[in-house]
């Protein structure tokens, strides 16, 4: 059975601190993993898709990178903007079409 | 380009009341995802649709729970009747197959059963 987890639940910073954000997954025949922000009473807003270890990608302070077990979401410098629930979620070849979503790690800048 | 529209936003109704959410997908996307959203359970896929048609409804908690895709630009989750367990956010998603995999959200209806 595909699953996701996703730690820690909660983070606090300080403006500027860096951290990363972690998720670690089973899936049989991974096809991508998706990286979301959400805010709290809006939908989900799509940040990221890795189809395959060792790819990484960027958006502003946010640098997303996988393997074959995990997927690491990196802060550099965050702001208190960046404050939000990060959500990973996995697409698997044995689940057509559904995404297996993790239970997110709230994050929360301080100034 | 508009995003996913859904409709209410909100909506309070008393337990035993039928409840219709709408969604309206991205124009040009073939699948179309109901997904439920509680503190205890997370995000949950309900049904999904390809092409018009339900493909896994293996998420629909039980029978008071449906959903049709008449066309490809409109759907709905219809629970009937509604109950104090049923209150969440409701979130529709659609994708383009031809695209990609990204599924993007809509704004959700936080439906409230008294």
């Known amino acids: 059975e595909d699953q996701v987890t996703q730690s820690p639940e909660a983070l606090r910073l300080q403006e500027g601190e860096s951290s990363s954000l972690n998720c670690s997954y089973t899936?049989?025949?991974?096809?991508?993993l998706f990286w979301y922000r959400q805010d709290p009473g809006k939908g989900p807003e799509f940040l990221f898709t890795?189809?395959?270890a060792g790819e990484e990608k960027e958006k502003e302070r946010l640098k997303a990178t996988l393997t074959k077990k995990e997927s690491f979401l990196h802060i550099t410098a965050p702001k208190p903007e960046d404050s939000a629930t990060y959500l990973c979620?996995?697409?698997?070849?044995?689940?057509?079409?559904?995404?297996?979503f993790g239970q997110g790690t709230t994050l929360q800048v301080k100034p | 380009d508009a995003g996913v529209i859904q409709s209410p936003r909100h909506e309070v109704t008393e337990m035993g009341q039928e409840v219709t959410l709408r969604c309206k997908p991205i124009?040009?996307?073939?699948?179309l995802f109901w997904y439920r959203q509680t503190m205890m359970r997370g995000l949950e896929l309900l049904i999904y649709?390809?092409?018009?048609?339900?493909?896994?409804d293996s998420g629909m908690p039980e029978d008071r729970f449906s959903a049709k895709m008449p066309n490809a630009s409109f759907s709905t989750l219809k629970i009937q009747p509604s109950e104090p367990r049923d209150s969440a956010v409701y979130f529709c998603?659609?994708?383009?197959?031809?695209?990609?995999?990204?599924?993007?959200f809509g704004p959700g209806t936080r439906l409230t059963v008294l």
């Open positions: 124009s040009g996307h073939n699948s």
């Open positions: 998603a659609s994708s383009s197959s031809g695209r990609g995999i990204e599924q993007f």
């Open positions: 649709f390809n092409n018009n048609v339900p493909i896994d």
């Open positions: 890795l189809y395959s």
């Open positions: 899936v049989s025949g991974l096809r991508g």
């Open positions: 979620a996995v697409f698997g070849s044995g689940n057509t079409g559904k995404l297996i």
